[in-house]
């Protein structure tokens, strides 16, 4: 009875939260997956499994060579998962077919890019809510900018900066920042504007310069814009430097695992590498928020 209690409890509140919902919808897609890969190997395997023998292919063989291809159109689950855990727990982190290895690499390039792109973009939003020149003028420009895709900006900015003898890591960063800029720059900009004419006035009563209401009005009052706009701002970033080692054929990181899986067919290497940038992602948006509610916390702002 004492057991059964906090057993009931716990069921309770799974039901009640956002864990059951959470749940039910990864089962579902877990299923839907499954489906999907016994139904896109099916020909391929089946055709195999009819040449290897005399055409006559049990229905229980057909369905596990769906389900264990080696070249699967669509890999099964479980075959991913058993691909993150040779390429994590099986080698060293500091091995090329480390998993490890090739996230580093390209959470380096999404830091940078990151760190330059939110720079950039809180100083944009500074000047255009600061200049009606710059806002009138600029503004337009920073949303025309995301108008171009940026698989056609990328090949362009790693030859140009490959052309001046820049490679590396800077050229991709430049193309994480390039996606990353934007939203801090809109969300900041709005931020900035959120305070109420009252409190404007007020400061302007107390003959406050332009830089004092930005450091005691403006930017407390940006800092839940800011920080929901660099949660977009950094899953694009790492976009960017994804999309920046592609073009360059690299060796190294995220892109190059997506390459190599590619060249050689082997579906289940890409979607590794997917799942990695997925977690990485999560990780980094998690981060950010952790940060937010400390800043948050300290500083007093209405979250």
């Given at each position: 009875m004492g057991y059964h209690g906090p057993v009931r409890r716990l069921g309770r509140r799974i039901a009640g939260g956002r864990?059951?919902?959470?749940?039910?919808?990864?089962?579902?897609?877990?299923?839907?997956?499954?489906?999907?890969?016994?139904?896109?190997?099916?020909?391929?395997?089946?055709?195999?499994?009819?040449?290897?023998?005399?055409?006559?292919?049990?229905?229980?063989?057909?369905l596990a060579a769906t389900l264990s291809a080696q070249r699967a159109v669509l890999p099964a689950p479980h075959q991913i998962a058993a691909e993150i855990w040779k390429t994590t727990a099986t080698v060293s982190p500091l091995s090329r077919r480390s998993l490890f290895y090739h996230a580093w690499v390209t959470l380096s390039s999404t830091l940078l890019g990151f760190a330059i792109g939110t720079g950039l973009g809180i100083l944009l939003a500074i000047g255009i809510v600061h200049s009606k020149t710059l806002d009138k003028s600029l503004m337009p420009w920073v949303i025309t900018s995301q108008t171009i895709p940026i698989l056609a900006v990328a090949p362009m900015v790693i030859v140009v900066l490959a052309a001046v003898?820049?490679?590396?890591?800077?050229?991709?960063?430049?193309?994480?920042?390039?996606?990353?800029?934007?939203?801090?720059?809109?969300?900041?900009?709005?931020?900035?504007?959120?305070?109420?004419?009252?409190?404007?006035?007020?400061?302007?009563?107390?003959?406050?310069?332009?830089?004092?209401?930005?450091?005691?009005?403006?930017?407390?009052?940006?800092?839940?814009?800011?920080?929901?706009?660099?949660?977009?701002?950094?899953?694009?970033?790492?976009?960017?430097?994804?999309?920046?080692?592609?073009?360059?054929?690299?060796v190294a990181g995220l892109g190059a695992r997506l390459l190599a899986g590619s060249y050689y067919g082997q579906t289940a290497i890409i979607w590794a590498a997917l799942v990695a940038a997925s977690i990485m992602?999560?990780?980094l948006v998690g981060l950010v928020g952790l940060a937010e509610r400390a800043v948050l916390k300290r500083t007093g702002a209405r979250p």
């Open positions: 864990t059951f919902p959470v749940l039910t919808v990864c089962l579902v897609i877990l299923i839907l997956w499954y489906v999907g890969a016994i139904f896109l190997n099916w020909q391929t395997e089946g055709d195999r499994l009819a040449r290897m023998g005399d055409g006559v292919v049990p229905f229980g063989d057909h003898n820049v490679t590396g890591l800077l050229p991709k960063a430049i193309i994480s920042m390039y996606l990353s800029f934007f939203p801090v720059t809109v969300g900041m900009v709005k931020g900035l504007r959120s305070p109420d004419a009252m409190h404007l006035d007020l400061m302007h009563t107390y003959s406050a310069s332009k830089s004092q209401i930005l450091a005691k009005l403006r930017l407390p009052a940006s800092l839940p814009f800011l920080f929901t706009s660099m949660k977009v701002a950094v899953a694009a970033a790492l976009v960017g430097a994804i999309v920046g080692e592609l073009p360059t054929g690299a992602a999560g990780l």
